[in-house]
């Protein structure tokens, strides 16, 4: 779910930047490398 959201983010809230500390953000990138 978090990673959805992460991912979504953007088209969620066009004007609000993706938090960069969010954990499924960290979890993305632990799982793509």
């Known amino acids: 779910v978090g990673e959805v959201s ?3 983010w953007p088209q969620l809230y ?3 930047p993706v938090p960069i500390p ?3 953000l960290r979890k993305m ?3 793509t490398d």
């Open 22 to 24: 969010l954990p499924s």
């Open 6 to 8: 992460a991912t979504a």
């Open 14 to 16: 066009p004007e609000e």
């Open 29 to 31: 990138i632990r799982v």
